[in-house]
């Protein structure tokens, strides 16, 4: 296979691009961190939350989210610049009378755009989950908050309800038990015991129960025993671990958590019947890898927004490129939101955003007199 030969066209072209677009990245990263993330941790340091190097740490680990979206933005403004400085400096008509084709114009952004979309892949993948996991650490920000696990049974009647009132990492406090019997009536399934707990602990292959009073319960729905048990085991084997996940991941954003991992806790969620949660982290895992080719979208429109006449205004481009950037990212929850509940396919929702900048990229181009 005989590759393509680079030309001095194709490094200048390439290295005019890559400033200008590093640049456009620090900005939006400046801009980004400047009003409230550095401010905040300005105040915690000098109020003794934070020693300087917490804080250095604390901003630096936050680099990683701003990063994910940075990527494109910069991207875009940087082919923008570059190509609306060679509109200007005539240096476009240049290469178009010396027989250059668009096509031709755009081969050395393309490769370009494509190294920035495998940085922002494993960014979104990698970066970005080990940051938020770290900054958790730093901070001690592990949510204490409520969860309810329900196990069923092969024809989907309920076999055990374990109601966590408070857990943080695998402790949890105030944990309630219902436990169903085989018995139920038209529209209620029959309670044999409750268990009330005082406290519960994750051991990797169960979940063990201490402090616990047990309430027994007739078929009259009366309770006719009550006493107290020192410890107790619960969800043995993998419905222990399948539980301890899906409390765990409930407190986390999908950024936290990387691609084989949101994949697994996927699959999980469709077992477990958890539907209006599987559409929405399917919904977000599908982004995970359209989102970054969004980069590769997004050079190929600056390159058309920056062609323009000698005398055209430059305001008009840039105005045109804020506007769908702000557009892609304001219409995003919408489209999580149409997944979650079921209007749309995740897959759908995950490709329609990056779709439409196609579209826009067609009639550009269309419009253009290239």
């Known amino acids: 296979m005989k590759f393509p030969k680079i030309t001095i066209y194709d490094r200048y072209i390439f290295n005019q691009v890559l400033v200008t677009t590093l640049v456009a990245i620090l900005l939006f990263t400046v801009v980004w961190i400047a009003p409230e993330m550095l401010l905040n941790t300005i105040k915690k340091t000098l109020e003794g939350q934070y020693t300087v190097k917490t804080a250095c740490l604390v901003l630096f680990y936050e680099l990683p989210k701003i990063l994910g979206k940075a990527f494109p933005v910069g991207l875009l403004l940087g082919t923008l610049f570059t190509f609306d400085k060679l509109s200007k400096d005539s240096e476009l008509t240049i290469f178009r009378a010396v027989g250059m084709s668009f096509q031709r114009i755009l081969a050395p952004v393309l490769v370009l755009s494509f190294i920035i979309t495998g940085c922002c892949f494993v960014t979104c993948d990698k970066l970005i989950p080990i940051s938020a996991n770290r ?159 969004v980069c590769v979208l997004l050079a190929i429109m600056g390159t058309l927004l920056g062609f323009s006449r000698p005398r055209e205004q430059r305001l008009v481009g840039f105005t045109i490129a804020i506007g769908c950037i702000f557009l892609y990212y304001i219409t995003l929850p919408f489209f999580d939101l149409l997944a979650e509940k079921g209007v749309l396919p995740p897959l759908v929702t995950a490709i329609f955003p990056p779709f439409a900048f196609l579209i826009a990229i067609i009639c550009f181009y269309k419009s253009k007199d290239l």
């Open 135 to 293: 900054i958790n650490m730093i901070k001690d920000r592990y949510p204490s908050t409520q969860y309810i696990y329900t196990q069923k049974a092969d024809d989907g009647s309920p076999k055990l309800a374990v109601i966590i009132s408070r857990f943080r990492k695998d402790m949890m406090n105030n944990v309630i038990v219902l436990d169903f019997s085989s018995k139920y009536y038209t529209d209620v399934h029959q309670l044999s015991n409750i268990y009330s707990a005082k406290t519960g602990q994750y051991l990797g292959d169960k979940w063990r129960l201490n402090d616990i009073t047990q309430y027994q319960i007739n078929n009259d729905g009366i309770f006719t025993n009550i006493r107290q048990l020192k410890t107790m085991d619960i969800l043995n084997g993998e419905d222990a671990k399948n539980a301890f996940i899906l409390m765990t991941y409930s407190t986390k954003k999908e950024r936290e958590i990387t691609n084989e991992n949101l994949h697994n806790y996927i699959k999980l969620l469709k077992k477990e019947g958890l539907d209006e949660e599987y559409r929405y982290m399917l919904n977000k895992y599908l982004q995970r890898f359209f989102h970054p080719f």
